[in-house]
């Protein structure tokens, strides 16, 4: 036995305990049981400014933070080591929760009005978009230290604000792309931009590619699983522009020339967020702005190839993990009720009428449990999806998006 590599081994194991305690005081130490991050989440409750720490494994709510402001519209992204929660407020609030200590580690107003944001793929960066100055504002996503300011394009034929400055147009649809770089669609000025930070760290300033005329007034977008293509929806007139992150000397192509809301006749009741779309295989499964349909569209040629027909009008239509199924919740005053849709026959398989209000699904990351939050309920629903009967309820108090930490290992979640 050699002794002295065991003596160097106990050394080394104590270093790491040391090391893995020195963030903690003495009391919380004794107080904190040892937990992974892997099977947890947060969700969002909307009308008090809180969230809840969650297990999905044991299905359990572990605790509840408050003071994160405007959470009317809200959305997360992890730290690598998913021991992070970035949350976008609306009030222009950025904070950073430590899902292991239960607490608030850092929080910074960062603007006026923001609508979500990204984490870069190393980890590095935390980007915000923003409606109030318009742009983009890059933080380290360790200190929220301001790293970079991306000014979105001037609106000349708008007067100018209060203070003098310049109005600028809307940032909507950021997503992380591969190799670094944050991609968003400028709503007011119909552009799509690609900022590349990869050269970051040797400081030089993010690379812009800019792409103007991609259509009218560009409203949410997405990047696809494998990082490739992002797609943004048009308000201000029917279809989609698509970007080949591949080949950016390709430009914008226009997509689904029936899609979208600018020559819409029948009302619609709430947009459909396109993070909410589902890919499975070789098939992309859309909700239909303002239709009673979930659109069926062909990856490769991304061209429609049937339209299923469906309860009202679709906001998420979500995938599971597997692939097998789509699960699609509706818009207002059909919002009690989601359905699920076989992914090879497009058959319905079942309607759930969980209660009023049902915002968001999360489904766990191997795909056997999904989450709903059923808003006007003030509580959480938990279902099997291989039988869709409900497993267990938590109270939550209106709650609206679910964010499981598996989300810190996929590409433009």
Wanted: charge should be neutral; hydrophobic fraction near 40%.
């Amino acid at each position: 036995m050699n002794t002295p590599l065991l003596k160097l081994a106990s050394v080394a194991i104590l270093s790491s305990v040391i090391a893995a305690c020195a963030s903690y005081t003495p009391n919380e130490v004794s107080q904190i049981p040892v937990r992974a991050t892997g099977d947890m989440g947060v969700v969002i409750e909307r009308a008090t400014g809180q969230v809840q720490i969650v297990n999905h494994s044991h299905q359990e709510v572990l605790a509840e933070i408050d003071g994160l402001g405007d959470l009317s519209h809200a959305s997360i992204v992890y730290s690598r080591d998913q021991r992070y929660a970035y949350v976008f407020g609306r009030d222009g609030g950025l904070t950073k929760i430590d899902i292991l200590k239960d607490k608030i580690a850092k929080r910074i107003l960062q603007s006026g009005n923001s609508i979500g944001g990204a984490i870069s793929q190393d980890g590095k960066l935390v980007a915000v978009s923003n409606y109030t100055p318009g742009g983009v504002k890059v933080f380290n996503s360790e200190t929220l230290e301001l790293v970079a300011t991306i000014d979105s394009s001037v609106l000349t034929t708008k007067p100018k604000n209060k203070d003098g400055s310049p109005v600028r147009s809307k940032v909507v649809g950021l997503v992380d792309a591969p190799n670094n770089k944050f991609v968003f669609s400028l709503f007011d000025s119909h552009e799509i931009w690609i900022a590349d930070f990869s050269t970051i760290e040797q400081d030089k300033a993010p690379k812009l590619t800019k792409f103007s005329d991609i259509g009218l007034f560009p409203y949410d977008a997405l990047i696809s699983p494998d990082g490739r293509y992002y797609i943004a929806g048009l308000f201000g007139e029917d279809g989609m522009a698509l970007v080949d992150l591949w080949h950016l000397e390709k430009g914008v192509k226009r997509i689904l020339p029936n899609y979208g809301k600018g020559q819409q006749k029948l009302p619609v009741y709430k947009m459909p967020h396109l993070e909410g779309w589902a890919i499975a295989g070789d098939y992309a499964f859309m909700p239909a702005v303002g239709q009673h349909k979930v659109l069926v569209v062909n990856t490769k040629t991304w061209e429609q190839v049937t339209a299923i027909p469906a309860h009202s009008q679709p906001i998420f239509v979500m995938a599971q993990p597997d692939n097998r199924q789509i699960w699609v919740n509706f818009a207002h005053p059909d919002n009690n009720t989601i359905q699920v849709f076989n992914t090879e026959t497009f058959e319905l398989v079942k309607t759930l009428t969980p209660g009023p209000a049902v915002l968001h699904m999360e489904f766990t990351p191997r795909g056997e449990h999904v989450w709903m939050s059923v808003r006007d309920n003030n509580e959480i629903q938990i279902y099997d999806t291989k039988t869709q009967t409900l497993q267990k309820t938590l109270k939550s108090s209106s709650p609206s998006g679910i964010f499981f930490t598996n989300r810190a290992h996929q590409i433009g979640l």
